[in-house]
């Protein structure tokens, strides 16, 4: 997926296809060469990477939660949709994961900025346990395999990821 940290008042609408086009159409044109092929086979497992933040938006990520707040609804739509085709969908929902792109964002001169207008308090420190203490990439690849290595008697349909505390 593609994010993007912002004041929604900048009005950068650049970012904001950017955002719906990789986040929700991109995965929908993806789903839409696989899906037949899957439904042919009477087999096959879709896995949609949401993020917390569809359920519990933040300042700054608007327009980022709504594209993955989209899926919220797509995907039991679409379960309903593949019922008997021995096809799974699975919505995984993590909480803050360090990943490139998100070290991109935070690397931006405006997101200090952004941030404290949104989460006055020291931002660098806040951003240094970040990088340090959240999920990894790694941790979501897991819990996509253990979904999809899951038996045909177990559908895990929905999976919340958070940080440990």
């Given amino acids: 997926g593609v994010i993007y940290f912002q004041d929604f008042l900048d009005g950068d609408s650049d970012s904001w296809v950017h955002m719906v086009n990789t986040n929700i159409l991109g995965y929908l044109h993806t789903m839409s060469v696989f899906l037949p092929m899957m439904k042919e086979k009477g087999t096959g497992h879709i896995i949609n990477i949401g993020s917390n933040t569809s359920r519990e938006p933040v ?8 594209t993955k707040a989209f899926w919220l609804g ?33 690397e931006d001169p405006k997101f200090e900025e952004i941030h404290d207008k949104f989460y006055p308090r020291n931002s660098r420190v806040e951003v240094e346990k970040f990088i340090n203490e959240k999920m990894v990439a ?23 990821v958070s940080n440990k505390e």
């Fill in 138 to 160: 790694k941790d979501i690849g897991e819990i996509v395999w253990n979904a999809i290595r899951a038996g045909d008697r177990v559908y895990e349909k929905e999976v919340y």
């Fill in 59 to 66: 300042a700054g990520m608007g327009v980022y939660s709504g």
């Fill in 74 to 106: 797509a995907t039991p739509a679409l379960r309903k949709e593949l019922r008997g085709t021995g096809i799974k969908i699975t919505q995984v929902e993590p909480g803050p994961v360090t990943t490139e792109g998100i070290l991109k964002v935070m």
